[in-house]
């Protein structure tokens, strides 16, 4: 079955610090993995897009990474202020897979505290 | 910035009432989306519209949802008799033009289903 697992389910960090937000999928065959921030209310806003031969890719302080092989992929927000509270989500797309279109992990909840 | 616009933001409906749920999608975008997403659960596709048919949709999509695109820039959801658990925020997206593989996400309409 399709899938996307993500870690932790909430994290509270310092302002100024880093993180890392994990993403592990089972979508075959696999088109692209994504990812977005969702503000609460909000609808989500892609962060990153990345298909089967990148490894890496930066937004500002934003990077993620993709082991196709291992099926992993991780997000790095580095000097983390307070408005990147917000939901993380991970988002696989997989191909000529009808019906599924986008499938989304549950989301990793961040809070950052001044 | 070009935005995915949906309206009205909360809709409380009676059981058993129909509902349409309205999106403008990004004017020069091809390719439009709905989702759900059902308080504290991830973000679930419904069906995907191309070309002036709908190209995918999920178990979810049964014969109590329809899609229509009646103009040049609306795109709504219809649920014909709404019951209890289609309470959730709906998500509009599309993509297309320069940036083809970032869906752009309105923000959201919540609906109340009593």
Known sequence: KNQVEQSPQSLIILEGKNCTLQCNYTVSPFSNLRWYKQDTGRGPVSLTIMTFSENTKSNGRYTATLDADTKQSSLHITASQLSDSASYICVVRGSNQAGTALIFGKGTTLSVSS | ?114
């Open chain 2, 1 to 114: 910035e070009p935005e995915v616009t949906q309206t009205p933001s909360h809709q409380v409906t009676q059981m058993g009432q129909e509902v349409i749920l309205r999106c403008v999608p990004i004017s020069n975008h091809l390719y439009f989306y709905w989702y759900r997403q059902i308080l504290g659960q991830k973000v679930e596709f419904l069906v995907s519209f191309y070309n002036n048919e709908i190209s995918e949709k999920s178990e979810i999509f049964d014969d109590q949802f329809s899609v229509e695109r009646p103009d040049g820039s609306n795109f709504t959801l219809k649920i014909r008799s709404t019951k209890l658990e289609d309470s959730a925020m709906y998500f509009c997206a599309s993509n297309g033009g320069t940036s083809k593989n970032i869906q752009y996400f309105g923000a959201g309409t919540r609906l109340s289903v009593l």
